[in-house]
């Protein structure tokens, strides 16, 4: 072998033995799951990477460098090496920029993070970037944290999230007959997509009274944090946040399992 091929044999192994750039992403925690005895493996969504799943090593030790910072929808900065024949990266370094402390320290609002978590894992593609559910996510646990209620945000989330996925089916007619709905209600049905009269509904079908496709409307025209969350509209919340579930559960074609734990919370 010539002198030259193994001066470029030599650079090329040398290229290899080099250690990966990390690539850095501002982030929010989606989930995380105990890997071996020490290691969590950790499912991010990055603003600039999509959503990811990455090797925290030493991350369950009592001292560790991540502390507190892999709770659920903490908003973080990351930085992770990845390589080309592994599907996990290697989370090298995380910063708080947010704290979710009051929501992930009591039970209840825990569970509403929880939901948002779950959801936000089954409808994003791997690796696909999106700022607008980037956003939704960080709006919804911002407003359970400061208003101290899980209720509406949650609802606004799965109620965005349907919009956003194109899964929304339309509130002024029937999706079989195609009559107008007036004031009275809607129904839906969790095999099936659209919203129905009255005249078409088929058991076991469930309402969306106008109040809720009403409150549907103020969603897509007003800002979360400055819709007053009144006795009124619990109702309605509950009704829109329903029939949001199963139109996920629907287009994911899996039964979302932490909406059940809002019972108890």
Request: aromatic content about 10%; glycine content about 6%; overall charge positive.
């Amino acid at each position: 072998m010539r002198a030259s091929d193994l001066s470029q044999l030599s650079g090329a192994t040398s290229a290899r033995r080099l250690p990966m750039p990390a690539r850095e992403t501002e982030a929010i925690i989606l989930k995380t799951f105990p890997l071996g005895e020490a290691d969590r493996i950790v499912s991010f969504l990055g603003r600039s990477s999509g959503r990811l799943r990455g090797v925290a090593a030493g991350a369950r030790r009592l001292k560790n460098r991540f502390g507190s910072t892999l709770e659920v929808l903490s908003h973080v900065q990351i930085w992770y090496v990845e390589r080309e024949t592994r599907e996990l990266v290697r989370i090298q370094q995380t910063e708080l920029l947010e704290s979710l402390h009051k929501a992930q320290s009591n039970y209840g609002l825990s569970t509403g993070l929880a939901v948002i978590s779950e959801i936000a894992e089954r409808v994003l593609p791997e690796r696909e970037v999106s700022e607008a559910m980037f956003r939704l996510i960080l709006l919804a646990a911002r407003e359970i944290e400061r208003a101290g209620s899980w209720q509406l945000p949650l609802s606004y989330f799965a109620f965005w999230t349907v919009r956003l996925g194109g899964w929304l089916p339309r509130f002024d007619r029937c999706a079989a007959c195609r009559a107008v709905f007036e004031q009275g209600a809607a129904f839906y049905d969790a095999h099936r997509a659209g919203l129905f009269c009255a005249k078409c509904r088929e058991p076991g079908m469930q309402p969306l009274e106008y109040q809720a496709r009403a409150l549907a409307e103020r969603f897509t025209g007003e800002r979360l944090d400055r819709i007053g969350f009144e006795k009124a509209l619990e109702a309605s919340a509950a009704q829109l946040r329903f029939a949001a579930f199963a139109w996920i559960e629907l287009n994911s074609e899996r039964r979302l399992t932490t909406p059940v734990l809002l019972e108890t919370a």
